[in-house]
């Protein structure tokens, strides 16, 4: 792991965890040293699931990440300092599949011990083995106007339920 990171347990992560999500946003990041890809979300859930500390991840089908999601066991979630605000406001507004978001971020990416991908930047770095996936439907949703307020294109977003394997905070 890379020295500038420690692992804690996550039960000792203080972040206010609607405050990060909402807030600050976050890295998902999934695929392999020779091939990867991130993006920024503000859409997640984090808690305990079948005994499990739980990272819940939405992807829809058009983002170039979603295939890395489906097709890899591991993916992180990256939380930065407002300083690297830029970097999460390019990967949202870029796609992988035209652009190099690392050369273009100067992000530098790093594997874990585990071998996923994750970057120097960040401040905390949630590694999560994903253990369940499922796609939301029209006929699952009771409060309809999400429907016409969130999915005009009826492109439902993919859930990734991830276990919490590893927790790392960057050194103080």
Known sequence: MNGRFKEIEIKSLK????????????????????????????????????????????????????????????????????????????????????????????LIPFFTKEGSISFEQARLILECRKIYMEDLKADHFIEKEIIHKNYPNKDFHRLFIGEIIHCYVKHE
């Open 15 to 106: 972040d206010n965890v609607f405050k990060i999500l909402d807030d600050e946003w976050m890295l998902i990041t999934a695929g392999t040293r020779d091939s990867f890809n991130m993006m920024t979300a503000s859409w997640g859930s984090f808690g305990i699931l079948w005994n499990l500390p739980i990272a819940i991840a939405f992807v829809r089908p058009h983002r170039h990440t979603f295939n890395f999601m489906n097709s890899n066991d591991q993916f992180t979630l990256s939380f930065f300092a407002e300083e690297h605000r830029h970097i999460l406001n390019f990967c949202g507004q870029h796609s992988g599949r035209h652009v190099d978001k690392t050369k273009e971020t100067g």
